[in-house]
Nanobody, 114 residues
Framework: VQLVESGGGSVQPGGSLTLSCTVSGFIVSHYYMFWFRQRPGEGLEWVSSINMGDGVTHDADDVKGRFTTFRDDAKNTLYLQMTNLKPDDTAVYYC????????RGQGTQVTVSA
């Protein structure tokens, strides 16, 4: 099992980024998938998740309406589309397969600053 996040970068407030989580060793749609983030000096925070099968998503309150998790089953890839980014969104973002923290990627840095 391997997960690799990409798509992070530096943007101005109000900007957008789409993160990708490329996986190998399993089928994304067969598992609950999660996005977490870790702000500088803070612990890991749940951001968003997507159900196995039906693809219903759930988002943390502070990203609701701005972030969207989706997957491309043909590409077996998970995405996190982030819009109207705020400085407080600055963090390393991780994708995770299921509830096993060992099945988490190395993260991708997102920096939001003017």
């Amino acid at each position: 099992v391997q997960l690799v996040e990409s798509g992070g970068g530096s943007v101005q407030p109000g900007g957008s980024l789409t993160l990708s989580c490329t996986v190998s060793g399993f089928i994304v749609s067969h598992y609950y998938m999660f996005w977490f983030r870790q702000r500088p000096g803070e612990g890991l925070e749940w951001v968003s998740s997507i159900n196995m099968g039906d693809g219903v998503t759930h988002d943390a309150d502070d990203v609701k309406g701005r972030f969207t998790t989706f997957r491309d089953d043909a590409k077996n890839t998970l995405y996190l589309q982030m819009t109207n980014l705020k400085p407080d969104d600055t963090a390393v973002y991780y994708c995770q397969k299921g509830d096993n923290q060992d099945d988490r990627g190395q993260g991708t840095q997102v920096t939001v600053s003017a």
